[in-house]
């Protein structure tokens, strides 16, 4: 895996990557994980994890979930925050990065019409 430079994208580059996404989640996400890098490591090391034990597929979710439970039993602080919404971003954004994940989730097309927002020029930076 090509080492990962996402924080460093700006949100033009997000959008591009993420570009089937409603605009202002793609925003939300990316000040998330500006914020939070080490969420999308954990994320990949999982994935890898998964993969290595030879998985062929899994579940995004399964992943966000894990990383949720491990952080509230090594830190024994109140549950760690992941928006719901981001789940789907986080693979996609992992396929972008390593290509050898295409396949390993199952995508599901995020059609024009649910896309919460219209007017991409408010989101142009």
């Known amino acids: 895996m090509k080492k990962d430079n996402t924080a460093r994208y700006t949100v033009r580059q997000m959008r591009a990557v993420l570009f089937e996404a409603d605009p202002l989640l793609v925003v939300r996400f990316w000040e998330y994980h500006r914020a939070h890098p080490e969420v999308f490591e954990a994320f990949c090391a999982r994935a890898r994890e998964m993969r290595d ?3 062929k ?3 995004a979710w399964g992943i966000v979930q894990r990383i949720r439970w ?3 039993i090594q ?5 760690f925050k992941i928006n719901n919404d981001f789940i789907g971003l986080f693979s996609r954004l992992l ?4 290509p050898s994940f295409e396949g390993f989730f199952q995508h599901r097309a995020m ?3 649910d896309r919460r927002v219209s007017g991409e020029e408010r989101y142009r930076q």
């Not at 830190?75 to 549950?79: L, M, P, Y």
């Not at 396929?95 to 390593?98: M, T």
């Open 53 to 55: 034990a030879g998985r």
């Open 57 to 59: 597929r899994y579940s």
């Open 70 to 72: 491990e952080h509230d």
């Open 75 to 79: 830190q024994g602080t109140e549950s």
């Open 95 to 98: 396929v972008h990065v390593d």
């Open 111 to 113: 059609k024009p019409d």
